[in-house]
């Protein structure tokens, strides 16, 4: 099946470990991006990659790292750093060009305690 | 001024009716325009994309594009109360690049 495949679907981690959230699509997509989701919030922009080996920041990239070393995965690490790192995050890819949509994988949760 | 705004909601609706959801945008030059439904814990779903001002109709749902005013709208006719989600609106800008949402409207279509 195609898609957009994110893991694990809950996560629990102690306050001050770095996490790892993974994402792959097999869509053959140019561009991912991650998205962070508070309760009755909407999406707000963490980092985005539009080409392997490349990635942008988004509007509140602190705390957080990502890697694009391959296509079809953009893995993004919540790292000690992020004061507030309790959150539904959300990983999407699309192609490249303008007037493309973007996709939703199915969303992490993560709780940090 | 942020770059999406919606209408701050919840709006609600009778089954039956017409759903306005709303979105302005503050960079000139987008040129993509998405409406995505999310319903409580689940990730959005794409239900509509428009390019160019005008309307764009797919079954019960129309968005409505006005660059010069910089604003995007969907209507939903004939509301289901399957169709009470948060409705976020989302903004590209040229050349592709960062996809960036509003901060979505809850709609609750009563039966």
Redesign the interface.
């Known amino acids: 099946d195609g898609g957009i495949t994110q893991s694990p679907k809950y996560l629990f981690r102690k306050e001050g470990q770095n996490v790892t959230l993974s994402c792959e699509q097999n869509l053959n997509h140019d561009a991912m991006y991650w998205y962070r989701q508070d309760p009755g919030q909407g999406l707000r922009l963490i980092y985005y990659s539009q080409i392997v080996n490349d990635f942008q920041k988004g509007d509140i990239a602190e705390g957080y790292s990502v890697s694009r070393e391959k296509k079809e995965s953009f893995p993004l690490t919540v790292t000690s750093a992020q004061k507030n790192p309790t959150a539904f995050y959300l990983c999407a890819s699309s192609f490249q060009s303008m007037n493309t949509e973007a996709f939703f994988g199915q969303g992490t949760r993560l709780t940090v305690v | 001024q942020k770059e999406v705004e919606?209408n701050s909601g919840p709006l609600s609706v009778p089954e039956g009716a017409i759903a306005s959801l709303n979105c302005t945008y503050s960079d000139r030059v987008s040129?993509?325009f998405?409406w995505y439904r999310q319903y409580s814990g689940?990730?959005?779903?794409?239900i509509m994309?428009i390019?160019s001002n005008g309307d764009k109709e797919d079954g019960r749902f129309t968005a409505q594009l006005n660059k010069a005013s910089q604003y995007v709208s969907l209507l939903i006719r004939d509301s289901q109360p399957s169709d009470s989600a948060t409705y976020?609106c989302?903004v590209?800008g040229?050349?592709?690049?960062?996809?960036?949402?509003?901060?979505?409207t809850e709609l609750s279509v009563k039966p």
């Open positions: 919606q040129q993509s998405f689940k990730s959005p779903e794409l994309s390019y976020l989302a590209r040229n050349q592709g690049g960062k996809l960036i949402f509003g901060q979505g």
